[in-house]
């Protein structure tokens, strides 16, 4: 019995994340394996919003309040239940507390759709980030909760005191995670999502009530959500009010559209971006948050399907654009790019940048450069404009 091309392609894929954490586990450094933490968790996190924004079309700006409040709830389970054999069931805490807040949150949320929904999470975010002062025995007040996640026995056996048995459990449920967002995908309620999202009148007129539709996505992407929260706390074994901030949510917001809404692939991109550009580009320029923002703008003005989309167009040599003309294309205008926003922030702020031998540069030289680099990304950009408003 052969298996069918689908099949085949998922177990192959599945081999190659098994070994790629494995190898990681076994010959990565603390640092290594704290970025890699830090990715899947957020590929998680990902994958939830995916599903309420990417699949039901539901923008919110409050999906964190899932997220941080798992986190709560798994912080404090872990005080419960020190000395219990239930480790690697720990996420399931937070699981349960996403889909409670789904319950309890999401029903009146989603009566409404578009700009009323949006609005209603966003400020149903800021109501629950700013309760952390008013009940410091939950939220633990300014300082919020620290956590020990070795007091909870290993119902394997395992050493969690280690970094490299914690991103095993991490990449565990991550796949858990992935594995059923992929499966929703493919079921009746998954093709319902797509249809509210389309044509929400179209499917009203065919029986379907789009706010049960939209009550269900959200209370299995509050749950995923939920596992990503208890996830970070445990990784981290601390939890703050950031967690159920709207920096949070923006986050959340931003990797999944910048990695693609399309693609279950999309948010593991989205929040591989989002980790090294927090934790590797902000070690080493201070414009690390322009250059997050700038992408943003420029995916959603020009790639509004993320770098995955983009990647497939360009793969598929859509409108005579190779992928190898494209790829050279993107890495000459982000030189340039880097180039005028460092020589801009080293004359403006006085501060030498780590670009090679920009430090000795003249004042003259460096003025030079930065009209010479502007110049080139000013012109991209107006040929990009113009190529953009030509195919609409």
Same mark, same amino acid.
Request: glycine share 12%; with cysteine; net charge positive.
């Given at each position: 019995?052969?298996?069918?091309?689908?099949?085949? %392609?998922? @177990?192959?894929?599945?081999?190659?994340? #098994?070994?790629?954490? $494995? &190898? *990681?586990?076994? +010959?990565?450094?603390?640092? /290594?394996?704290?970025?890699?933490?830090?990715?899947?968790?957020?590929?998680?996190?990902?994958?939830?919003?995916?599903?309420?924004?990417?699949?039901?079309?539901?923008?919110?700006?409050?999906?964190?309040?899932?997220?941080?409040?798992?986190?709560?709830?798994?912080?404090?389970?872990?005080?419960?239940?020190?000395?219990?054999?239930?480790?690697?069931?720990?996420?399931?805490?937070?699981?349960?507390?996403?889909?409670?807040?789904?319950?309890?949150?999401?029903?009146?949320?989603?009566?409404?759709?578009?700009?009323?929904?949006?609005?209603?999470?966003?400020?149903?975010?800021?109501?629950?980030?700013?309760?952390?002062?008013?009940?410091?025995?939950?939220?633990?007040?300014?300082?919020?909760?620290?956590?020990?996640?070795?007091?909870?026995? %290993?119902? @394997?056996?395992?050493?969690?005191?280690? #970094?490299?048995?914690? $991103? &095993? *459990?991490?990449? +565990?449920?991550?796949?858990? /995670?992935?594995?059923?967002?992929?499966?929703?995908?493919?079921?009746?309620?998954?093709?319902?999502?797509?249809?509210?999202?389309?044509?929400?009148?179209?499917?009203?007129?065919?029986?379907?009530?789009?706010?049960?539709?939209?009550?269900?996505?959200?209370?299995?992407?509050?749950?995923?959500?939920?596992?990503?929260?208890?996830?970070?706390?445990?990784?981290?074994?601390?939890?703050?009010?950031?967690?159920?901030?709207?920096?949070?949510?923006?986050?959340?917001?931003?990797?999944?559209?910048?990695?693609?809404?399309?693609?279950?692939?999309?948010?593991?991109?989205?929040?591989?971006?989002?980790?090294?550009?927090?934790?590797?580009?902000?070690?080493?320029?201070?414009?690390?948050?322009?250059?997050?923002?700038?992408?943003?703008?420029?995916?959603?003005?020009?790639?509004?399907?993320?770098?995955?989309?983009?990647?497939?167009?360009?793969?598929?040599?859509?409108?005579?654009?190779?992928?190898?003309?494209?790829?050279?294309?993107?890495?000459?205008?982000?030189?340039?790019?880097?180039?005028?926003?460092?020589?801009?922030?080293?004359?403006?702020?006085?501060?030498?940048?780590?670009?090679?031998?920009?430090?000795?540069?003249?004042?003259?030289?460096?003025?030079?450069?930065?009209?010479?680099?502007?110049?080139?990304?000013?012109?991209?950009?107006?040929?990009?404009?113009?190529?953009?408003?030509?195919?609409?």
């Amino acid at each position: 019995m052969t298996l069918a091309a689908p099949a085949r %392609s998922a @177990l192959l894929w599945m081999g190659v994340y #098994a070994v790629v954490m $494995l &190898l *990681l586990a076994g +010959l990565g450094s603390g640092f /290594v394996l704290q970025l890699a933490t830090q990715i899947l968790v957020l590929w998680c996190f990902g994958l939830s919003y995916q599903l309420l924004f990417g699949r039901t079309g539901m923008l919110s700006f409050g999906h964190a309040v899932n997220f941080g409040l798992s986190a709560f709830a798994t912080a404090h389970a872990v005080r419960w239940l020190g000395g219990w054999p239930l480790y690697e069931v720990l996420p399931l805490v937070g699981a349960a507390t996403g889909l409670l807040c789904g319950l309890v949150l999401g029903f009146p949320v989603t009566r409404r759709s578009g700009v009323a929904f949006s609005m209603v999470t966003l400020g149903l975010g800021e109501l629950v980030a700013a309760c952390f002062l008013m009940f410091p025995g939950f939220f633990g007040g300014e300082a919020g909760i620290t956590l020990q996640r070795t007091r909870v026995g %290993s119902l @394997l056996g395992a050493d969690y005191g280690r #970094a490299s048995a914690q $991103l &095993l *459990l991490t990449a +565990l449920w991550a796949a858990g /995670v992935f594995a059923v967002v992929r499966w929703l995908a493919r079921t009746p309620f998954g093709l319902a999502t797509l249809a509210v999202r389309e044509n929400p009148q179209r499917v009203e007129f065919l029986g379907f009530r789009t706010a049960t539709v939209r009550w269900v996505s959200c209370l299995v992407a509050s749950a995923l959500a939920g596992v990503a929260g208890a996830l970070s706390a445990l990784a981290y074994e601390m939890v703050t009010v950031d967690a159920v901030s709207l920096h949070t949510s923006a986050n959340v917001l931003l990797m999944t559209v910048i990695g693609g809404l399309g693609s279950t692939v999309g948010p593991l991109i989205g929040a591989t971006f989002l980790t090294v550009m927090q934790s590797v580009v902000s070690e080493w320029t201070r414009a690390w948050l322009f250059y997050y923002g700038f992408i943003f703008v420029t995916l959603v003005w020009m790639a509004p399907e993320g770098i995955t989309g983009l990647w497939t167009t360009a793969r598929r040599g859509r409108e005579g654009v190779s992928l190898a003309k494209a790829t050279a294309q993107a890495l000459g205008f982000g030189v340039a790019l880097v180039i005028f926003i460092e020589t801009a922030y080293q004359l403006a702020l006085g501060e030498p940048t780590r670009l090679p031998g920009w430090q000795s540069l003249p004042p003259a030289a460096l003025q030079a450069t930065l009209w010479v680099s502007g110049t080139v990304v000013a012109l991209w950009m107006m040929r990009t404009l113009q190529r953009a408003e030509a195919v609409t």
